[in-house]
């Protein structure tokens, strides 16, 4: 890596010593960009890498609550404001146990990147809090998400900062987060929060968005490679809104989805996970907070693998779709092993830098996750424009409009990576087609 760039490296490295997985995402950028950085001695001149690896704003805040059994609980809340070089920050909020500042700095550089590829003007941020929202009441989830508007409501707003799910948030906690930023600021700004329900400006198609944009971008993959998604047998992880998504949409095009995960273990179902009844049934099962994916298996009578991660079936296509650095060098090892010819990822960085490098070098097509999982912010930011519009476009609209953004995520990153003569390489390309509006927008607005 040239100079300029090891030395940020080294700075992020020491600045930011006990955040694995945001150095691990800033690595992975660098990594595609350094050519880019070469032909532009300006970015070096005004410290362009230096500002962008550094958030414009992150706030911590204590989030006070009482459970059912009268205790007070007190968790950590977190919203980082990364870049609004080309728009307003917008990103998801995670809450689960193992969230803490490096998890929502890795998100939320991720979300820079992710959220310039879509084409809409909408910057890059992400927040949350460690509480874990499993065998919680609804009320519990409902005081919670009141008491972490009431700090958020300040730094947030439809034109500022725009927040939506992502691991334990859904439609449920973002109706008690909108309800409770309604009372305190007594205005009806529904455009603050996207992921909304449909009776109160939620988007049509936002909650399949993340999946079915997935699925398109495979789509896109495959015939750009003259191959089909007709009979092609596809693993995924996790089990929540991502993975329904795919299911449905993988179903429609032909293909048959194999196997599903969740903390438990894997299902493996040879019949795939092609009904309405088998997709309705991983919706309640995310629904009941048990977080078990056994219980599939004991209803279809189909073959459950405890504490094993699903790539050691063999498949066509793998899709994780839980959570970060799910796949290491051993998983990788699997998925080479078993032929597999197409490696995407669903969920935000499920790959460790090693295993990432590993199954691109043994010459399997990798989706990045910042392209592939594109669709669901896309679709957020859909959500934003029918808010300022007042108006609602329908299922078939929005999912034209989604289908037209993945087919142009996947465009511009092959055009990226042919531009600096790297071939059909879509993580380098979807880096640098991501990174270059970023920059260009930020040396246009000076020093800030
Ligand atoms: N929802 C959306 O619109 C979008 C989501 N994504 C990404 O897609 C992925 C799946 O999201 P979603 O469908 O909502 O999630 P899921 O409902 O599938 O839940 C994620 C699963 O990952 C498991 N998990 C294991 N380790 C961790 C960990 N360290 N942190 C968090 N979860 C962990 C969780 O189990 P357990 O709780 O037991 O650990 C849970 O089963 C995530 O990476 C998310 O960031 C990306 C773009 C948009
Ligand atoms: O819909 C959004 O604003 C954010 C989705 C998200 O968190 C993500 O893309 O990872």
Known sequence: MNAYMASVIEQVKKRNAGEPEFIQTVEEVFHSIEKVVETHPEYEKTGLLERLVEPERGISFRVTWVDDAGKVQVNRGFRVQFSSAIGPYKGGLRFHPS????IIKFLGFEQIFKNSLTGLPIGGGKGGSDFDPRGKSDMEIMRFCQAFMTELYRHIGPDVDVPAGDIGVGGREIGFLYGQYKRIKGVWENGVLTGKNLEFGGSLIRPEATGF????????VLTHLGDTMKGKTVAISGFGNVAWGVCQKVTELGGKVVTISGPDGYVYDPDGVVTEEKIEYLVEMRLSGRDRVQDYADKFGCKFVPKTKPWEVKVDICMPCATQNEINMDEAQKIIN??????IEVANMPT???ALAFIQGKGLVVGPSKAVNAGGVAVSALEMAQNSMRYNWSSEEVDAKLKGIMKNIHAVSVEAAEEYGLGYDLVAGANIAGFKKVAAAMMAQGLV
């Open 338 to 343: 078993n032929g597999t010819k197409y490696y």
């Open 99 to 102: 969230v803490y500042i490096g």
């Open 352 to 354: 460790t830098n090693e």
């Open 213 to 220: 944009g997935a699925t398109y971008y495979v789509n896109e």
